[in-house]
């Protein structure tokens, strides 16, 4: 009877043939959509116990063309808990290249919000970044850093001086491209693979019959991207907020057969997230009706926007624009006067638009005018005649108004809320936005630092 093979000779085999075969120019691979290199990390070197302080991650992308959104995404995570202590992202957007190599290379920076913990010494924190082209994660990196809290000790202060870090670096292309490893990217690998297919061939021909069954780990540290769940967000089901990064959010955009509510204080980026929703309407071909109080504002987007767009006020008689289309409807003190006068307004419109979104701009202060009860009854059935008639409606609350209580009491009748706040960062009111719902949709459930320059 023939002798197993010494576990040595196949080794030797192994190596043999994955030297010649590392000596033969191999055809290159195909690239992956994108890969992510993270230069530096930007935090302060030392930090209090519970204070609140801003971590930015700077990346570099380098892409091939691909007609999907690209979205840089930042997990922050306590290397101590393994919980998820911040998580944001940037949006880049569709990759276009005209002119070779095909390329573009992108500089990125992702700013996380985070609280310190409340006690002293070093904590120390894994980075996550995530590059998705669509729904598809297409390559990852990872950092992990350490951060002062509390009384700096003289080894610290040593140590923690510097407030950019260059700390290990992992980075992973999903597809399994690599950079600048050359040869050794080559002969390595196989080494080893040739070592442990020998071990493995050893092992199974003394166990006679045995039979080695893998099964795939699911990667749980992956973050399941936003996927579409029905018909409703096809293109046409789906408008854009003209802002990338809450479209990122969405899956897409904002459903259009939905009622949104946009829940924010007097605040600019509560406006100009408004103005940036009216310009993405208009521009993809829908007519925007404007349902305000406020003189100003009413003249400004007047003004801005002549065709397709209807100023409904009741100080319409205090507008004069040229070319504006601005209507008179009743004020607030009388609800069932105002759905009068919406209706006619409405008729007396004509447009050849292939859709129409009523933007809602006075519920504040219809509840300050007639309480909770009255205002549910009344929005109930204004909502409910406007989905009838295949409207998208938009409506905008300012909670810091009123109580708590009449809040409420409206809010539950929209499909989806979306909510801006404000949080003291370094010293500095910055604010956020979240998702608090959206009823029949995936979203991502993060909170997004505005940025005021990308909504100019």
């Known amino acids: 009877m023939r002798k197993p093979s010494s576990p040595l000779r196949s080794i030797f085999i192994f190596i043999v043939v994955a030297t010649m075969a590392a000596s033969v120019q191999l055809p290159t691979t195909s690239a992956s959509v994108c890969q992510v290199r993270v230069n530096g990390v930007d935090y302060p070197s030392n930090i209090q116990p519970s204070q609140s302080f801003v971590l930015i991650t700077n990346l570099t992308l380098t892409c091939n063309p691909v007609n999907q959104n690209v979205l840089a995404r930042v997990d922050v995570t306590s290397v101590e808990t393994g919980k998820i202590v911040s998580t944001n992202g940037t949006a880049i957007g569709v990759v276009q290249v005209q002119t070779a190599p095909y390329v573009k290379i992108v500089n990125v920076t992702v700013s996380n919000a985070l609280q310190a913990p409340q006690t002293s010494g070093n904590w120390s924190l894994q980075l996550n970044v995530w590059v998705f082209a669509g729904t598809s994660v297409e390559a990852t990196a990872t950092k992990t850093i350490t951060i002062r809290v509390g009384p700096l000790t003289q080894t610290a202060s040593a140590t923690n001086s510097s407030a950019s870090i260059q700390s290990t670096n992992t980075t992973t292309s999903i597809s399994g491209s690599t950079f600048g490893l ?256 959206m009823y029949g949709r995936k979203y991502v459930e993060s909170e997004l630092m505005l940025d005021k320059a990308k909504l100019f």
Do not use: C
């Open 182 to 437: 050359g040869s050794a990217g080559i002969v390595l690998p196989l080494l080893v693979i040739a070592i442990m297919a020998s071990v493995a061939i050893y092992l199974a021909r003394r166990k006679r019959g045995a039979r080695v069954e893998s099964e795939a780990v699911p990667r749980s540290a992956e973050p399941v991207p936003v996927e579409a769940t029905d018909a409703a967000v096809a293109s046409e089901g789906i408008l854009s907020t003209g802002y990338p990064d809450l479209d990122t959010l969405l899956g897409g955009g904002l459903p259009t057969d939905r009622a949104i509510l946009l829940v924010s204080g007097p605040w600019d980026e509560k406006e100009l997230l408004l103005d940036k929703i009216i310009e993405s309407g208009l521009t993809t071909g829908y007519s925007v009706y404007f349902l305000s109080k406020e003189l100003g504002r009413s003249k400004d987007l007047g003004r801005k926007h002549a065709q397709n767009f209807y100023v409904l006020t009741p100080l319409a008689d205090s507008i004069r624009i040229e070319g504006g289309n601005v209507i008179k409807m009743s004020d607030v003190q009388n609800l069932s006067d105002i759905n009068i006068s919406f209706s006619k307004a409405m008729e007396s419109i004509s447009t050849n638009a292939k859709g129409k979104i009523i933007i809602l701009d006075f519920l504040s202060d219809i509840l300050l005018e007639h309480g909770g009860l009255t205002t549910r009854k009344w929005l109930s059935d204004f909502i409910a005649r406007r989905k009838s008639e295949g409207l998208m409606f938009l409506a905008s609350l300012n909670p810091m108004i009123l109580q708590d209580q009449a809040s409420q009491q409206v809010i539950d009748l929209f499909d989806g809320v979306i909510e801006v706040f404000e949080k003291q960062i370094s010293g500095r009111a910055r604010r956020f936005l979240i998702i608090d719902k």
